[in-house]
């Protein structure tokens, strides 16, 4: 048991933000709201970025770069997207310090170098792109453009939890134009595909797919796709959107193309991202109270060799082992840790590697050596078994394999377990208030009622899921005639 | 000959960035002194940080991620750190927009949304990393600490040219705690001997390595290591630099560890960087007057393959043997492009290649197939060549290699060529005014001295190099007596 670590039983919320300390993956800076990724933490998001940034390229898309600044008037061109954001953003508005005028000590903005429009630090980057776009489309020829961008992004949020909620996070923004509304849908709807593969295949994290409710809608699109998963508090957390954005950001900046058909017309957009808050996901639905749970997919480091002896020649036999298995391992593509540093003792290495994760432990002692064994323990499930030393290096690969898909089916059963549905709203607040989780319930459609129950019960409708049965019903809430359930849940 | 494209010994600074955006690099944005990075020049940034990245971790680096923003009084702790930086930084003021205030349309900074202290863009980490290393580091045994950061950086520079000079760039900052100077100082050498290799054997381009006189130095360090190439106009382009800091970053934020001897210390310390300023550096040592010329270590593009064909049937066939030639190439980790388009023809193919520097083109005509054999046509030289089709793929890597050798060598050879050595003032002025290049001369190691050469001449000390003979003489421009003559250019 790790020590003196709250059990998620007693803090939910308390366990994940001494998780997230505790096993090196980040810390508060002194800025407020902004996070320092340490490098444990950064090897994973750096895992994560490579998966998705070949799913990108297998899919078309070329990554750019566009400034991290966007003046306030592009800002102000699209009005529900401003709405959305001018908020919670951070204002540049000077580009010098100088001494303090009065006299004292330090420096202060100097009123010389006001800039003449204030820079927004973007919070996400469809305007300054548009206006970039508007530059590169003159005619069908120049479409589709498939851009992604790697960067970060600030929105200035009061109450801010590491990865879940910053004031500055990592992403990528994905942000296409296309000639026709039904290339752009698909696109939009392709790219939400490719999030939900990336979370179920490497994250291990099984998703629901489906569209937001207007309600929910990103700032400035026509339909928000969304994948969302389920926490091991029964909350639900959004771990990537796609929108399609219609022509507002055409229109917004006055982009148009010359046809096929020699007509000027306004462009089709999408965008689409996620962000640094997977790594919250991934923290949320596997880890224990022992700490931190990795899929081996995403893992930095997979498997971790210790070695226990008293005198140096049992070191010296253990360390030929340790290397050979090192070695043969590496050929496989499997990242290795031999850790035989001897300021730590061999329990004080396996507590380590517990609490950061690691998914498989290969612990070589003397005297299991001597009877050519030694023992593997999997993170996942922390059996421990006695297995033949000349052999060890075969279970890995599928040890590996099963403790992915163990991970992934124990999250969908967990998922399964705790979606219900409620056909009554006493049904629905007695399921909020003692059990939580997901709630498949009908909806009477008006944006009206969502913000009714929304208030009432902190539950939001996360998606409309995309494989819905139509099913005839009333509004949990009005009463009024409803044509599908929908998934209601309160959220990180 | 590239149409309406400016030639180097016309106009060099209008060929340039002429090149920047007719190749697809970049272009300007709407954000005054931000670029924004196409999709092509992106690619070439990306196998940069790709290459950068490993050969960063080979040397036990990992990466992390600091805050964006630094509060104003971390700015002002190293004194000639914030003297260096105070006069062109983006402020942050506020976190809020708020419909202006005397009822006209349009946001302004809401005046209740104010900092209490102001935040700057980074423009370098430091700051915000000291004070994080604080939290990290109590022994010896935290020690030493590699970190490195991939990140945007901002400097709100007045006259900005693209990729050379921006407010807004890519770079990486490597920012590493050691417990002895020695340590320290062999990590920042060890580092700038990274950039040299990776200037010289990614980027064909030579390199001088040395040590920055004082006026050169990085704002806050103790010394400055730099690594210095020549562009094609002669001009010095400072490359990367590595920096020793001393204790002055510990000591602004009163960074101790307590040593094996039981001591409180302070700590010690490195910096060292380099930017999308290569992309500068790449593009102005090798292209030419028909558009860049890539070195095939860092071409997105290694080989375009065009058809040339009248008939479906000669299309049947070209198709075939292209095919076969791409798959083979991308068997031995070869990029290859066989642009079979039918809306552009092969002489416009031919050029859009040429323009965007792709090493090495394979042209297949209907009539040379029929004799068995194709064309291949190297950028750096522009040779041609007819060879038997069959075996073309086996020419392929080799030619590869002698191209990025060649742009190498070609490169070393126009450095040596345009280093001269000056004895006298005379001679200094007019290589200065009529010949240009690297001057190499005798400095009397004086700030005063440097800084009137500068004010009358425009050139600098680019560097005093590592491998500098040792030899009496007097300055250039005081007579003083000095012990080693120092590398004058000017400089971007």
Same mark, same amino acid.
């Given at each position: 048991m790790a020590k003196d670590f709250v059990k998620r039983s007693e803090n939910y919320s308390e366990w994940y933000n001494e998780l997230v300390v505790r096993a090196d993956l980040a810390e508060n800076s002194s800025v407020r709201g902004c996070m320092v990724i340490k490098p444990y933490g950064y090897a994973i998001w750096e895992k994560m970025q490579s998966a998705l940034d070949s799913m990108f390229k297998a899919t078309g898309h070329q990554n750019a770069y566009f400034p991290l600044f966007i003046p306030k008037s592009f800002f102000e061109k699209e009005a529900e997207h401003v709405e959305g954001f001018a908020k919670e953003c951070a204002v540049v508005t000077h580009h010098r310090l100088t001494p303090k005028k009065d006299g004292t000590a330090g420096l202060e903005p100097d009123p010389d170098a006001k800039l003449e429009e204030e820079l927004i630090v &973007? /919070? $996400?980057s469809e305007t300054i792109i548009w206006d970039t776009y508007k530059r590169w489309i *003159?005619? %069908? &020829? #120049?479409? /589709?453009i498939l851009c992604n961008q790697w960067a970060n992004v600030v929105r200035w949020e009061m109450r801010t939890r590491m990865?879940? @909620? $910053?004031a500055e996070f990592l992403w990528q923004e994905g942000h296409t134009a296309h000639a026709t509304r039904e290339e752009a849908e698909a696109e939009a709807k392709k790219m939400l595909n490719v999030y939900a593969d990336f979370a179920e295949k490497f994250m291990a994290v099984p998703v629901i797919k489906g569209v937001k409710s207007p309600n929910e809608r990103f700032a400035g699109a026509v339909d928000t796709y969304c994948i969302e998963a389920m926490m091991q508090d029964g909350k639900a957390l959004q771990a990537g959107t796609s929108h399609f954005l219609g022509q507002n950001f055409a229109k917004a900046f006055d982009v148009k193309f010359l046809s096929k058909e020699n007509k000027l017309e306004y462009v089709w957009a999408t965008s689409w991202g996620v962000s640094t808050r997977l790594m919250g996901a991934l923290i949320m639905t596997h880890s224990d109270d022992e700490g931190l749970v990795l899929p081996p997919a995403l893992a930095p480091i997979q498997v971790v060799i210790i070695p226990i002896f008293k005198t140096e020649e049992e070191c010296e036999k253990i360390n030929q082992q340790a290397q050979r298995i090192k070695t043969t391992l590496e050929q496989q593509g499997i990242s290795v840790r031999y #850790?035989? @540093? &001897?300021? %730590? *003792?061999p329990g004080w290495k396996f507590h380590e590697y517990e609490f950061k994760g690691v998914p498989l432990r290969i612990t070589i002692g003397a005297r299991d050596l001597a009877e050519g064994k030694c023992e593997i323990a999997r993170r996942d499930t922390m059996n421990k078994e006695l297995v033949n030393i000349d052999t060890v290096t075969e279970l890995v690969k599928p040890t590996l394999d099963d403790i992915q898909s163990n991970l992934y089916n124990r999250a969908l059963q967990y998922r399964l377990d705790n979606t219900r549905k409620a056909d009554t709203w006493e049904e629905f607040v007695d399921i909020l208030e003692h059990k939580g989780g997901f709630i498949s319930a009908h909806w009477d459609g008006t944006p009206e009622t969502e913000e009714k129950i929304k208030e009432l $019960? *902190?539950? $939001?409708?996360r998606c409309i899921p995309f494989d819905n049965e139509k099913e005839e019903g009333r509004c949990v809430y009005s009463g009024k005639p409803s044509s599908q359930r929908v998934i209601f849940a309160k959220a990180y």
């Open positions: &973007r /919070p $996400t *003159k005619s %069908y &020829r #120049d479409l /589709p990865f879940l @909620r $910053t #850790d035989d @540093r &001897r300021e %730590y *003792k $019960t *902190k539950a $939001t409708i």
